[in-house]
C-alpha cells in the first residue's frame, strides 16, 4: 500500500497559480503511474491529470491542457501539478492517486485531498 499526502491547496485570483504536490510513502517502489483528480461540490470526480513513474509520459483532462502541468520527483516521490491560469471553475478538491503493481490499471490508494478556490 502506498500512503499520498498533498499540499499546496489555498485561494487565488482568477489568472493566477498554484502549485499541489503529493508525496507518497509505504510502498513507492511498486508505483506504476500517479494522477490528479477533483471533485467540485455537487459534481462526480474527475480526472485531470496522470504522470507513469518510469517514463514520465503524461496525459491531461482537456478542460485543463496547457494549464496545467504534472511532473514528479522519483528521488523524493513525489509528483506536482503546477496550475496556471486558473479559472473559477478549477475550484474543488484535488486528490492524488497512485497506481501500483498490484493492480496497475486502477487507482487505489488515495490521498486525503487539497482544497483550491478561485475567485472571480
Known amino acids: 500500500q502506498v500512503q499520498l499526502v498533498e499540499s499546496g491547496g489555498g485561494l487565488v485570483q482568477a489568472g493566477g497559480s498554484l502549485r499541489l504536490s503529493c508525496a507518497a510513502s509505504?510502498?513507492?517502489?511498486?508505483?506504476?503511474?500517479m494522477g490528479w483528480f477533483r471533485q467540485a461540490p455537487g459534481k462526480e470526480r474527475e480526472f485531470v491529470s496522470t504522470?507513469?513513474?518510469?517514463?514520465?509520459?503524461?496525459s491531461y483532462a482537456d478542460s485543463v491542457k496547457g494549464r496545467f502541468t504534472i511532473s514528479r520527483d522519483n528521488a523524493k516521490s513525489t509528483v506536482y501539478l503546477q496550475m496556471n491560469s486558473l479559472i473559477p471553475e478549477d475550484t474543488a478538491v484535488y486528490y492524488c492517486?497512485?497506481?501500483?503493481?498490484?493492480?496497475?490499471?486502477?487507482?487505489?490508494?488515495w490521498g486525503q485531498g487539497t482544497q483550491v478556490t478561485v475567485s472571480s
Open positions: 492517486a497512485a497506481r501500483t503493481a498490484t493492480n496497475p490499471f486502477r487507482y487505489d490508494d
Open positions: 504522470i507513469t513513474w518510469s517514463s514520465g509520459s503524461t
Open positions: 509505504g510502498r513507492t517502489f511498486s508505483i506504476y503511474a
